[in-house]
């Protein structure tokens, strides 16, 4: 590589809970999170990891918060946000636990902006279309990690090419 020229500095924006969903209910495996980032480091530098997830703060054994003790080891910031169960309406019995965490990823994205020239979103959240839309807009580059069941079809289509579809590396990210 010559003296001018350097690598592409990449940030690398996980959304938790769309990957521990593909991992468990549409994948049936585990990925390593170490190996994940060695693969994206092929494009450049990962200069910039931040893991989003909600966390369980009435949970009784620490396997998530070991988890999540664990991702700094891994080179992860973590931003997580304690869950909300939704109430079922009528019955007013717990219907399922969220932390939506796409305005931080969003933030962050546009707060670090000036450290890379490539996002790289693990999410297929179409609330992503509009956030990557503005980074193009501002001359930086994004890969979108997901897989095809769980991308939204407007994520799809803005990302073309970069679109990664995890189905097609789980032999270089997968724990052994």
């Known amino acids: 590589m010559e003296k ?36 994206i480091g092929r494009f450049g530098d990962v200069v910039y990891a931040c893991f989003y997830t909600g966390q369980d703060l ?18 992860f910031s973590v931003v997580t946000k304690p869950l909300k169960t939704i109430h079922d309406v009528v019955t007013g019995n717990p219907i399922k636990q969220k932390a939506n965490l796409d305005v931080e990823i969003v933030l962050d ?11 790289v979103l693990i999410s297929g ?36 090419m970069d679109y990664i579809d995890f189905r097609d590396i789980l032999e270089h990210i997968c724990k052994e």
């Open 125 to 160: 959240d179409g609330d992503f279309v509009r956030p990557l839309e503005l980074l193009r807009a501002k001359g930086k580059t994004f890969k979108v990690l997901a897989i095809h069941e769980t991308i939204a079809r407007e994520l799809l289509r803005l990302a073309g």
């Open 58 to 75: 009435q949970a009784e054994d620490n396997k998530q918060q070991g988890f999540i003790d664990k991702l700094p080891h891994l080179h």
């Open 4 to 39: 001018n020229e350097r690598k592409t500095r990449i940030a690398v924006f996980v959304d938790g809970s769309n990957l521990f969903y593909l991992q468990k209910s549409k994948l049936n495996v585990r990925f390593d999170l170490k190996k994940l980032l060695e693969y």
């Open 109 to 119: 994205m546009f707060n670090t902006i000036d450290n890379y020239d490539m996002a």
